[in-house]
């Protein structure tokens, strides 16, 4: 790996434990709609997909509902959900320490909430490029947003690493040949294994970044 400058983030499962705020979210639009909350496969699903791929699969045994619910969907106030969602607990350390050195992005299949989000939680300011499902023409795991935040900074893959915890990060980083550190997935097949974002500083590219 070339010398690192560049720390990508996942949102859901990486900086936010949202699982509970993404149930509630789906039930909520099931309950709407006069059907029975989410099945644990469903929660898995919608916890790692964009939110119009996730509204087509709970509802992929109701067709009939579908147009009704995505516009239902479109005018929903994912505010009240927000306080469902949990930031890890050193995620707000971990950006200060790694502020002054490298440069900071995230790259989600979240939408219209990821701006809410940074703001509400006070995390806005650390990040210089944000991409979100809304923000391509081909959500993660397609290379369209990572290639997009190397060309705003002006880097190649092995410049930058990504934080995610799904396989849907894996094929979003392996797209543009960019190490992966699976946070609090023991089971991904990653460069790195993490379970708290302070572990992170003690890896090798850190390493080196210290020493540079």
């Known amino acids: 790996m070339s010398h690192l400058q560049l720390v990508i983030f996942d949102c859901d ?15 909520h639009i099931l309950e709407v709609f006069g059907h029975p909350p ?11 997909h964009n939110v119009m791929d996730s509204v087509r699969h709970i509802l992929r045994n109701y067709p009939e509902d579908l147009p009704q619910a995505e516009k239902y969907r479109e005018d929903l106030d994912y505010q009240p959900f927000l ?3 949990n930031m890890e607990k050193d995620l707000v350390e971990f950006l200060e320490f790694l502020q002054p050195q490298y440069k900071m992005a995230i790259s989600t299949n979240r939408t219209t ?6 703001h509400i939680f006070g995390l806005a300011p650390y990040f210089g490029k944000v991409m979100t499902a809304f923000d391509v023409e081909r959500p993660k795991p397609h290379p369209d947003a990572m290639v997009e935040i190397l060309k705003h ?6 410049q930058a690493i990504y934080i995610g915890d799904s396989i849907i990060d894996r094929e979003h980083a392996g797209s543009v040949g960019m190490d992966l550190i699976a946070f609090k ?10 379970n708290s974002f302070m572990e992170i500083l003690s890896l090798p590219p850190f390493q080196q970044g210290s020493r540079g």
């Open 13 to 27: 499962g990486v900086m936010f434990d949202s699982k509970n705020a993404n149930r509630m979210y789906y039930n």
């Open 153 to 158: 900074y002006n880097l190649a893959a092995d």
């Open 185 to 194: 997935n023991p089971d991904l097949d990653a460069e790195y294994h993490v």
């Open 83 to 85: 306080q469902h969602m």
């Open 38 to 48: 989410m099945t644990e496969e469903e929660v898995d699903y919608v916890h790692i």
């Open 113 to 118: 909430t990821m701006k809410n989000i940074l």
